[in-house]
T-cell receptor
Framework: KNQVEQSPQSLIILEGKNCTLQ??????????LRWYKQDTGRGPVSLTI?????NTKSNGRYTATLDADTKQSSLHITASQLSDSASYIC????????????FGSGTRLSIRP | KAGVTQTPRYLIKTRGQQVTLSCSPI?????VSWYQQTPGQGLQFLFE???????NKGNFPGRFSGRQFSNSRSEMNVSTLELGDSALYLC????????????FGPGTRLTVL
């Protein structure tokens, strides 16, 4: 069964600290993996996209890694800011159809001043 | 370039009623997908339209339907509303294929009383 599991479910850190969010998947065949940021009451916004051959991708203070062998991905946030408070969703695509896009349940990140 | 827009942003209905939600994709995007997001289930795929044709469908009852117009705008209809239909309904557009990033709208918050 195609699944995407994220951990932790929620996380609270102090402003300026780093953090790492985890994503494990069992989606097959694998096409690509995306990380989205979703602010409260808003639609998700794409942060990074990685295909099978890519093992790291950066977008400013966000760095995503992918280990296709162990089917694990992580999103590392450096020098967190209050505006990083949001839900981070890992999304794995199994094929070219939208119905094969499997969403993780997300990690709720709160940054405290 | 304008982003994905959804109307209305908020909606309150009672059980048994029907509702129509609207989505205008980014100009030039031909694919529109709809998702339901609830706290317990996360994001779930409803259906995808491409060039006025339903390309994929998720595992939702027939009360959920949609259509796409020649200008790529899309509507989603839910008939005979149930309490469990209360959710954030997100629309996402992309140019065409799986390699294209999906851009989400702000969503329509539907509350069924």
């Amino acid at each position: 069964k195609n699944q995407v599991e994220q951990s932790p479910q929620s996380l609270i850190i102090l402003e300026g600290k780093n953090c790492t969010l985890q994503c494990n998947y069992t989606v097959s065949p694998f096409s690509n993996l995306r990380w989205y940021k979703q602010d409260t009451g808003r639609g998700p916004v794409s942060l990074t996209i990685m295909t099978f051959s890519e093992n790291t991708k950066s977008n400013g203070r966000y760095t995503a890694t992918l280990d296709a062998d162990t089917k694990q991905s992580s999103l590392h946030i450096t020098a967190s800011q209050l505006s990083d408070s949001a839900s981070y969703i890992c999304v794995v695509s199994a094929s070219s159809s939208a119905s094969k896009i499997i969403f993780g349940s997300g990690t709720r990140l709160s940054i405290r001043p | 370039k304008a982003g994905v827009t959804q109307t209305p942003r908020y909606l309150i209905k009672t059980r048994g009623q029907q509702v129509t939600l609207s989505c205008s994709p980014i100009s030039g995007h031909r694919s529109v997908s709809w998702y339901q997001q609830t706290p317990g289930q996360g994001l779930q795929f409803l259906f995808e339209y491409f060039s006025e044709t339903q390309r994929n469908k998720g595992n939702f009852p027939g009360r959920f339907s949609g259509r796409q117009f020649s200008n790529s705008r899309s509507e989603m209809n839910v008939s005979t509303l149930e309490l469990g239909d209360s959710a954030l309904y997100l629309c996402a557009s992309r140019y065409a294929g799986d390699g294209d990033t999906q851009y989400f709208g702000p969503g329509t918050r539907l509350t069924v009383l």
